[in-house]
């Protein structure tokens, strides 16, 4: 099949989530003026590049309050801790994804402790294996249908990164020992289980 997005797709479900997929998922935890912690999932999420490492989250206005307040809280505070998620938190995950109102800690909905950043103020998930520390470099806003406002794009500086000691083997990162969550399309998750190397062709 063939479509154009603005023309629509035809079919019951829209396909573009799961034609960009896997997606990896940020576990974003931000603080607001009064100090309370929000806790929100965005799978629309990547690193986009590595000296200085940087990363993207795009919060979209279908999601409610721009993304369960954590845009406004990052524009304000200009800190945030994306969280990499591993498959064994994929539940608690899910708790903290809820539209909860924005004085609601989805640290205590979803059963999670909190730990000091090292860096910034937001706080950090205890138990999560990968939490990195990051400071907002830009924003931009993207158009939406119609001259309607879109999706709000933040990209970060990532400061501080930390690593459960148990998952660097031989100085690498063991990505089957982390086995991160990723996100597919419709209500459709996958984990990392198998992983195969490719050497680079030299020219």
Known sequence: MFYEPKQGHGLSHNPFKAIVAPRPIAWVSTLDTNGNANLAPYSYFNAVSDDPPMVMISSSPAEGRFGKDTLSNILTSG??????????????????????????????????AKAPS?????????????ALECRHHVDLGMPGKNGTRGAHVVFGEVIGVHIADELLIDGKLDVLKFNPLARLGYMDYASVDEVFSLSRPKI
């Open 79 to 112: 800190e945030f801790v994306v969280h990499i998620v591993p498959y064994a938190m994929r539940d608690a995950m899910n708790v903290s994804s809820a539209g909860f109102a924005a004085d609601v800690d989805e640290f205590k909905q979803a059963k999670l």
């Open 118 to 130: 090292n860096l910034i103020s937001p706080p950090r998930i205890a138990d999560a294996p990968i």
